[in-house]
Nanobody, 126 residues
């Protein structure tokens, strides 16, 4: 079965950096979408970044573009989110997610993602 195991998040001061990783295992296809979402208390789940396994080209939410970098190592099946220039508003629970892509491009809607990690907390202090 498909499993997503996230690394631990952490706490950092504003302007600092953190790196999150997610190991994806159990897929029998090489064609899937993987993403990071985040959710702060009282807020809706928000897409952070998405990547398609076939071409490795990421897309980002406007709020993180230019500060976050998403990459996928298809050999190690590891999804990595490098977060730089962190802001207090980046504080949230971060979730790794994935689903099998039949055709086309990856969805931005969290409901389309079949598999989820347990989440890891990121806290950015002012």
């Amino acid at each position: 079965r498909v499993q997503l195991v996230e690394s631990e998040g952490g706490s950092v001061q504003a302007g600092g950096s953190l790196r999150l990783s997610c190991v994806v295992s159990g897929y029998t296809t090489s064609r899937y979408c993987a993403a990071w979402f985040r959710q702060a208390p009282g807020e809706e789940r928000e897409r952070v970044a998405i990547i398609r396994s076939s071409d490795g080209w990421p897309t980002y939410a406007a709020s993180v573009k230019g500060r976050f970098t998403l990459s996928l190592d298809n050999v190690k099946n590891t999804l990595t989110l490098q977060m730089d220039a962190l802001k207090p508003e980046d504080s949230a629970m971060y979730y790794c997610a994935a689903y099998v892509l039949r055709v086309g491009y990856c969805s931005e809607a969290s409901d389309d993602y079949s598999y989820w990690g347990h989440g890891t907390q990121v806290t950015v202090s002012a």
